[in-house]
Structures are given as C-alpha cells and as structure tokens.
C-alpha cells in the first residue's frame, strides 16, 4: 500500500505511459485519434481503476509533475516574444479573431445545452469550456455551476478541438503556421497549444497567445452572459 502511494511511482508510470503514447501516435503516422494526451489518459484511468487507486492518491504522487505546470505556461512566452515584430503587423485580424473566436466558443455551448433543457448550473459549467481548466473551474465555482463538469467540459473541448484541428486546417487549405497556432490554441487551450509546440515554433507562440488572450475574455465574457441571462429570461 505505501508502494501504491509512493510519489516516485506514480511519475514513473505517467511519464512511462506518455513515451509509450508518444511512440504508438508516431508510429501510426501521427494520427489524430491517437494523440498522446487522450491515449494517456485513456491508458492511466485503466491502470488505477485496475490497481484500486483513488485519483487523490495519484494527485499526490505526481506533485512533482504538477509542479512545473506553472514554469512551462510561462516559459512560452520565450517563443512569442520571437514573434513580437509579425504580431505588431495582424493586432487587429489577431483581435477579431479572439472575439469572434471566444464568443462563438462559449455561446454555442450554451445555446445547444439551453435548446436541450440543460440547467442553468450545467449552462455555467459548460461555458467556459474553451479556457484553460483553472479560469473555467474558478468560474463554475464563482457562479454556483458544477466544478467537475466544466472540468470534463474543458478536458473534451481540448482533445477533441486538438483531434479536428489538424484535418479540418488542411481540408480548408490554411497553411500559415500562425493561423493554425492561433486556432488551436483559442479552441483547444493548453492541449491545442502543446500539440502547436510539437509541430511548429511560430504555431506554438500564437497558439500560446490565443490560450492566453481566450483565457481572459472568457472570464470577462462568461460573467457578462450569467448578467444578461435574466434579462433574456424575462423578455
């Protein structure tokens, strides 16, 4: 039992689980339905639920990884300030591209969810799905939704926008590395932004910015709508 819960273990078998991961989606042509963060988490849900450990218990041994969550989010902007000087010359389709981008991201969510007769709390938690897991999970607390599901919502959001981003980019003939970068990261948050860093330095720093930018007009957003909804309600 205290192997089971041993810190050391548990960032073995992540990382050991990320590099298989890795391998299998080079090693299948990087297809899409095999990125390595839904493999991963596909594969360590089943080792838990096959050794009988709570998820606190692997939270707590993979501190360690958790830990430089922070540095890294940080560390990207090394390669946006790279890009400083291209995105002086497209602040304003850059700007556009946010608010069109996050509005859409959180309306259609609300809007499917509303015309099936979700709650308001699921309407909350659903919102902001497109943010990063901290921004969405503080405001579904804040503003009484279900912290759990904007935590699923946020999850889904970024590995299935990170699985369709790829083909539906190439379907519609988008080949500038800022475009694509941009993209993933306002529709597919931190997981997007990673996937960009993987192929591409210029798709990862606008990746990065787009998480970023989303990140605050999602907080600005999603309390303005929770404003308006009475109003809407009582019209």
Known sequence: MK??????L??????????????????NGKNPFLIPVLT???????????????????????KFIHFFVGPVIV?????????????????????VALLVGSS????????????LGASVSTLISLAPKSATMPIAMALAERFNGLVALAAVAVAVTGIGGTIIARPLLNMLGIKDPAVRGFSL?????????????QSNETAGAFAALAM???GVA?????????WLYPVFIAG
């Not at 991963?40 to 993979?62: D, H, M, Q, W």
């Open 75 to 95: 560390a990207l902007a090394v390669p946006l300030y790279s890009q400083i000087k291209r995105l002086r010359e497209i602040w304003l389709p850059v700007t």
């Open 40 to 62: 991963s988490v596909a594969a360590l849900i089943a080792i838990l639920k096959l050794t009988n450990t709570s998820y606190p218990v692997y939270f707590e041994g993979t």
């Open 104 to 115: 859409t991201a959180i309306l259609s969510a609300v809007l499917v969810a509303w015309a």
């Open 218 to 226: 999602t907080a600005v957003i999603v309390p303005l709508l929770i």
């Open 185 to 197: 990261g306002l529709t597919a948050h931190a997981i997007g932004t990673a996937r960009a860093m």
């Open 10 to 27: 548990w960032v073995t078998v992540t990382l050991l689980v990320y590099l298989a991961s890795s391998w299998l989606y080079l090693r």
């Open 3 to 8: 192997l089971m819960s041993s810190p050391m």
């Open 212 to 214: 970023a930018l989303n």
